[in-house]
């Protein structure tokens, strides 16, 4: 998959990379959703579209994903999960809240 990774020259990370690669506690940016119409048609009826923050809430590899869009929670399938493109924005892994 290409593009995921780069960074930015002015130190603040700015990767982008698929939703399951985030833990639980992370938060991003949706960039874009790399599937076809079906893919897309499901994924946006749950309120996942480009420039909407998530969070992951629980998961590991290879296993669904508990997510919070808004005040919705919804469970995301690993399959899914590899083709939504997020911005990591803050979160667990930077420790604010």
């Known amino acids: 998959m290409e593009s995921f990774g ?4 002015t130190g603040h ?3 982008i990379c698929p939703l399951a690669q985030l833990r639980p506690g992370d938060r991003a940016t949706v960039v874009r959703l ?3 119409s079906g893919f897309r048609s499901r994924v946006v009826a749950m309120g996942i579209v480009p420039g909407r923050e998530i ?3 629980t ?3 290879r296993h669904p994903f ?5 005040s919705t929670r919804i469970m995301i399938g ?4 590899d083709r939504i ?7 667990g892994s930077t420790g604010e809240e």
């Open 34 to 36: 790399e599937g076809g």
């Open 55 to 57: 969070e992951v809430l």
């Open 78 to 81: 690993w399959g899914m999960l």
């Open 13 to 15: 990370v700015a990767e």
């Open 85 to 91: 493109v997020v911005r990591p924005t803050g979160g």
């Open 59 to 61: 998961g590991r590899r």
């Open 6 to 9: 780069g960074g930015s020259a």
């Open 66 to 70: 508990l997510v919070r869009i808004g």
